[in-house]
């Protein structure tokens, strides 16, 4: 993985010193409130309903074991003992002191970690496929350009005062795992006729209250271009999207209003005025960084392993864990192996100090020491050789990180709602606990196959409850908690919005509702293959809606 | 007025009016500037025009050449649109001249101002221009190439590599 030099580092120490100036100055009373919290925000703390939340950047969802053992004393000497994963690969502490905080930036920064930019209207982490790397359907590696994003953007002159929040990410693979299309640009690399690979721009998706699928500014960018290229976009949008008023502030406001062909006008325009100026990528940079990212040294051997099958033969449980918590990997004889943040009972993404360090262990242990964070709020293992993967299963076990759930509907995204976010409507982590209360048993999971719920606390969906296979959104209805269903959203690359489902219900009767609609499911897909997307995709909503109710 | 300018406070001559036929170095809001551009593009005293976040550069660019000073107006300090306008009217158009920060700046900004293309600043109080001293040097190493001369990070690298 990527390794600062002493520039990376140089940047990253000058801006905790000089948070630690702002911070003093904010108790001194020599900066406003609202003078402050703009500061603040762009080094990744918010106020929120009870404390502080710090958000922590995860460069494309990449650890190292030494930075999340560091997350983990983190967790321990100045949290309650744990964090939680978020949507966007980051890591976020509920209850950090303020005057603390930039201790925590400085222990950050002792392993090349920081939380610059992750909040304000600035450009945010940039993430991606969390199988970058390892997976079977990967045209080519996306993370050496996510680092060069991570550059370009970090510290930004120009761009530190946008309109809006700006979020970007990136899909090197077939199959999108990054909601690519929900992103203010979305970039995918792609192949040409003439076999060499490069960028297909996407710009103004996003979600939130007004969700819109990003559209193509450009089908194809040569490599070099890339920086100029967002540079371009960036400039448009800053000087354009509105700023009167917040939820009109989105990249995806001006493309709309523009229409994308007068957006990508303008936006040409000035990428031919600044397209071989510096910010042109050389080769020799792309080498450079690409670097950081080549394969392990991988072991020729592991594929003759006989263990893996036998063991898989006779344990059920582990075969089971297997199925559904482990991918293929491009290297005969290893697997990616998902560490499920969605036990019963714990809120969906959380993790405690001694789970990081567990994590931490079995990564140096089996993984090459690396890590991943996902989009769903879970963790991976990218490198497990399949003779190891028992005694991985057996360790995560202890600690509770076992849960055999991925892709199942206990997998759920879940915004921290009303018991974090003073914007919250509704408590989304309680609705979590119910539905993993009712649904407990695997084999009905199992039969229900892949079935993504996606649930937040308001409008403003940091839950992405649009594209849940089930949606759930908390609406406030004189006070008291309702939840309104979608059904049929989609992230990946058949991007669709969810339909609503009808009024919203009680919160007592999400659970029940939730199985009505998986009634359905049961009693109209045409074979155990049919998944519920498919199902709803053919017979449409009116009959889910009829039966949902009932 | 007083300004920081290359890391010195300094008193400059510039002064603000509305009235076209004002002399010595003026400052022209945009509107006076626009109503009577004919007579204050032939002043032969320097003259310069105050802009904000909305301005359109096209409108001004035949003016360019006869102008002396931009001041970039901050309605707020989280409207980012005239670090956008500083880099245009360096780097897409040339100017020459000085460009001037005012209204709603933090010192926290100043740095990124002068990354922009900005050369003075006028700061909102006289605290503020002591501090800004100290905040121009929180950053010396910088990712991206911008209206200033300072080394990108990258190019830095590559002179150590060839080294
Ligand atoms: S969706 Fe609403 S409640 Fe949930 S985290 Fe976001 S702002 Fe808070």
Redesign the interface.
């Given at each position: 993985m990527y390794q600062y030099d002493q520039y990376d580092q140089k940047a990253v120490d000058e801006r905790v010193a000089e948070f630690r100036k702002q911070t003093q100055r904010f108790l001194a009373g020599e900066l406003t409130e609202e003078e402050f919290r703009h500061l603040r925000l762009r080094n990744g703390l918010y106020i929120q309903t009870h404390a502080p939340m710090l958000r922590v950047a995860i460069p494309y969802g990449t650890l190292s074991s030494r930075q999340l053992r560091m997350l983990a004393q983190i967790a321990r000497e100045y949290d309650k003992g744990y964090g939680h994963i978020s949507t966007r690969q980051n890591i976020q502490y509920n209850w950090p002191a303020l005057e603390r905080v930039p201790d925590i930036l400085e222990n950050l920064a002792s392993v090349q970690m920081h939380a610059i930019q992750t909040s304000g209207n600035c450009i945010r982490n940039t993430t991606t496929d969390h199988l970058a790397g390892v997976a079977v359907d990967e045209i080519e590696d996306p993370r050496p350009y996510c680092e060069i994003v991570r550059q370009w953007s970090t510290f930004h002159p120009e761009f530190n005062w946008l309109p809006r929040k700006f979020k970007i990410a990136f899909s090197g693979a077939e199959n999108d795992r990054a909601a690519v299309k929900f992103h203010d640009i979305g970039i995918y690399i792609v192949r040409n006729s003439d076999g060499e690979t490069g960028f297909k721009i996407l710009v103004g998706g996003g979600l939130g209250r007004m969700p819109i699928i990003g559209v193509t500014i450009r089908e194809f960018l040569e490599k070099r271009h890339l920086l100029s290229y967002l540079e371009a976009i960036l400039r448009v949008y800053n000087l354009e999207g509105r700023r009167d008023n917040i939820h009109r502030a989105r990249i995806k406001v001006l493309v709309k209003s523009l229409g994308i062909e007068t957006f990508r006008d303008k936006v040409e325009k000035e990428w031919k005025r600044i397209k071989d100026s510096s910010l042109k990528i050389d080769q020799k940079e792309i080498d450079r960084v690409t670097a950081f990212f080549s394969s392990p040294e991988y072991d020729r051997d592991a594929v003759n392993d006989t263990s893996f099958i036998e063991i898989l033969n006779r344990d059920p449980d582990f075969k089971r864990w297997i199925q559904h918590n482990t991918v293929i990997h491009k290297v005969p004889g290893y697997r990616a192996a998902y560490i499920s943040l969605k036990a019963p009972g714990v809120p969906p993404g959380d993790i405690t100090d001694i789970q990081m360090e567990t994590v931490a262990d079995l990564a140096d242990r089996f993984s090459y020491g690396e890590i991943r964070t996902t989009h769903d709020q879970n963790l991976l293992l990218p490198d497990i050789k399949q003779a190891d993967l028992y005694a991985l299963w057996q360790q995560l076990k202890v600690h509770g990180l076992a849960t055999a759930n991925i892709g199942t509907l206990n997998d759920m995204i879940c915004c921290p709602g009303l018991d974090f976010c003073s914007l919250a409507n509704a408590s989304s982590i309680s609705i979590a606990k119910q539905i993993n209360e009712r649904f407990d048993d695997l084999d009905y999971l199992y039969d229900l196959g892949p079935i993504k719920i996606k649930m937040s606390g308001c409008m403003n969906a940091c839950g992405h409850h649009h594209v849940g296979h089930i949606g759930i959104l908390g609406v406030d209805k004189k006070g008291t908690e309702f939840y309104q269903f979608t059904l049929g959203g989609s992230s990946e690359n058949d991007a669709t919005l969810g339909d609503r489902l009808g009024p919203a219900v009680a919160k007592d009767d999400v659970a029940d509702t939730i199985e009505h609609i998986l009634n359905v499911y049961l009693d109209e897909r045409l074979n155990a293959e049919e998944t519920f997307l498919e199902t709803y995709r053919r017979i449409g909503i009116e009959t889910f809606r009829e039966r949902a109710y009932a | 007025m007083k300004v920081l300018k290359n890391k010195q406070i300094i008193e400059i001559e510039w002064k603000v009016s509305d009235q076209p036929d004002a002399e010595g170095r003026i400052i022209f809001p945009y509107k006076t500037f626009l109503a009577n551009q004919k007579t204050l593009l032939a002043r032969t005293d320097p003259t310069g025009v105050i802009l904000d976040?909305g301005a359109s550069l096209d409108d001004i660019a035949n003016a360019l050449d006869n102008l002396e000073l931009i001041a970039l107006e901050f309605h707020k300090?989280?409207?980012?649109?005239c670090?956008?306008?500083a880099?245009?009217l360096r780097?897409?158009y040339g100017f020459q001249g000085d460009i001037l920060a005012t209204g709603d700046i933090?010192t926290?900004?100043i740095?990124?101002?002068q990354?922009?293309g900005i050369n003075l600043l006028r700061l909102r109080n006289e605290?503020e221009i002591n501090m800004a001293l100290?905040a121009l040097t929180?950053?010396?190493?910088?990712?991206?190439?911008?209206a200033d001369d300072q080394q990108?990070?990258?190019?830095?690298?590559?002179d150590l590599d060839t080294r």
């Open positions: - | 976040g300090f989280t409207d980012g649109r670090f956008t306008l880099r245009l780097e897409a933090l926290d900004q740095a990124h101002m990354r922009c605290h100290g929180s950053q010396t190493v910088f990712y991206q190439p911008a990108t990070i990258r190019q830095l690298r590559y």
